[in-house]
């Protein structure tokens, strides 16, 4: 399967636009990481364990809206996006969407 955010793919033409394909996870932080965090948040720095925590849900909404893609039937997926917002106080979605389509 190909993903692109691109409206076009080299050397290929789209013949049928099957539809947007979605995936979507929510991710909740948890009180441990929130401590460890918090302290690193007063002296400065990467909040790596929120950043391994958000790589992980994109990986998982892209997994998501590729799957979705493949029951549609699709060559591609074009015009990739990501999109983040906030769920609850420690609870974010990650949404992956894009055009699921067939390429000649």
Same mark, same amino acid.
């Given at each position: 399967?190909?993903?692109?955010?691109? !409206?076009?793919?080299?050397?290929?033409?789209?013949?049928?636009?099957?539809?947007? &394909?979605?995936?979507?996870?929510? =991710?909740? *932080?948890?009180?441990?990481?929130?401590?460890?965090?918090?302290? *690193?948040?007063?002296?400065?720095? !990467?909040? #790596?364990?929120?950043?391994? $925590?958000?790589? #992980? &849900? *994109?990986?998982? &909404?892209?997994?998501? /809206? !590729? %799957?979705? &893609?493949?029951?549609?039937?699709?060559?591609?997926?074009?015009?990739?996006? $990501? =999109?983040?917002?906030?769920?609850?106080?420690?609870?974010? =979605?990650? /949404?992956?969407?894009?055009? %699921?389509?067939?390429?000649?």
């Amino acid at each position: 399967m190909l993903l692109t955010t691109t !409206e076009t793919v080299p050397d290929s033409e789209v013949v049928e636009i099957l539809g947007v &394909a979605r995936g979507n996870t929510v =991710e909740a *932080r948890n009180v441990g990481r929130d401590i460890t965090q918090g302290i *690193r948040n007063v002296f400065g720095g !990467e909040l #790596k364990a929120y950043s391994d $925590l958000l790589t #992980k &849900a *994109r990986d998982e &909404a892209i997994t998501r /809206m !590729e %799957a979705d &893609a493949e029951s549609m039937g699709a060559d591609a997926v074009i015009n990739v996006r $990501l =999109e983040t917002s906030q769920i609850t106080d420690g609870g974010s =979605e990650v /949404m992956a969407y894009g055009t %699921a389509v067939r390429l000649r």
